[in-house]
């Protein structure tokens, strides 16, 4: 995307999901709600007895 010339122009909200790679763009940013559910799980993963 930074090759394409792409990111500098934008004066928008980007929306990700959270990809690492996304973040060093600077730019204000929305999680997708299709990975939340995901994250929520992962956190249930970690800690199941505490995350009732």
Same mark, same amino acid.
């Given at each position: 995307? *930074? =090759? *394409? #010339? !792409? ?5 928008? +909200? +980007? !929306?990700? =999901?959270?990809?690492?790679? /996304?973040?060093? /763009? #600077?730019?204000?940013? &929305? $999680? %997708?709600? &299709?990975?939340?559910? %995901? =994250? $929520?799980? #992962? !956190?249930?993963? *970690? =800690?199941?007895? #505490? @995350? @009732?």
């Amino acid at each position: 995307m *930074a =090759d *394409a #010339g !792409v990111l500098p122009h934008f004066t928008g +909200t +980007t !929306v990700t =999901d959270a990809w690492s790679s /996304y973040l060093g /763009y #600077g730019r204000a940013g &929305a $999680l %997708r709600n &299709a990975h939340i559910p %995901r =994250d $929520l799980d #992962g !956190v249930h993963h *970690a =800690d199941p007895t #505490g @995350q @009732q």
